[in-house]
């Protein structure tokens, strides 16, 4: 199989990293300066054990690209950008017959719970991927992987239930590549508990290390509590099963762990990179608006995670850097009555 890895940043320079380490044949897919920097000179992915040079082919986009039936394509982008990349990639044609959308298999390895069914409307063959894998793309040519042994937790399934045996050999070469990658009839009960964990991601990017060091950690704490309650509420409510916080630490267990990388910055999730990249734009409609939506669509307050989303997007669109608000201005505007 050749893996071709549509979004090549923190997430998907990991993945297509270490496959391409281990010997597996990936073609990454970036823009911009990054794209450029991947192109000219390869992949620089940093790890606890060294730095890994890793050269290979790089594309801007599909129409550079000629697909042949054994192609895997890895979307890895932010839910933002999901339906741009699967109009971009679903009609192109593959070698042989039909196009990618009629025939070739696609992994979400995506933050969030909607991009399996924005596939499903353009790709005959969807696969879910719940990505546990703290990584960082900062700066052009050069992904972040922090943990070790392995380098992140992935569990694979069909979507939206099931197995099958592409799922079990993609499986197999992510675990050749220093990644644990459980094989799963029901992932998106995965990805759901990964939702909850990213709740986090608006807070860090507002309040920055705040939510983490200073005396105001702990009312930051909190204030995730309340927003995590609200979620597992919402997803009570909905009838929507998740992961349990000890299924997920049995299934780790010592496998990955946060390490120091030589010259990397101690830096944040994927919400706080945005803000630093200054993209103009953030995933929190898709994590905390995730939460928000299924609240009112089941009649459950959601004001934590309103307020967080609304917070996110205003970080994002004007520009502001992590940090922008502190914890207690952050709970001023969930509530407003207590000032």
Known sequence: MRYIVIGAGAVGGSIGGRLRESGQDVVLVARGAHGAALRDHGLRLATPDGVLELPGPAVDGPEALELRPDDVLVLAVKTQDSVAALDAWA??????????GEVLPLVCAQNGVVNERLALRRFRRVHGMCVWLPSQYLR???VVAPCAPLTGMLHLGLFPGGVDDTVRRIAADLEGARFLAPVVPDVMRWKYAKLLANLANALEAACGEAIRDGEDAGRAQELLGRARTEGTTVLAAAGIDWATE????EVRDGRMEMRPVAGAERGGGSSWQSLIRGTGSIEA?????????????HGVPTPVNETLQRVANDCAREGRRPGSLSVAELTGLVDPERD
């Open 91 to 100: 009609a192109r044609p593959v070698v042989g017959g039909g196009t990618a």
């Open 140 to 142: 052009a040519g050069t």
């Open 285 to 297: 409609d898709y994590l905390n608006g995730e939460i928000v939506q299924l609240g009112r669509l």
């Open 246 to 249: 000890a299924e997920l630490a």
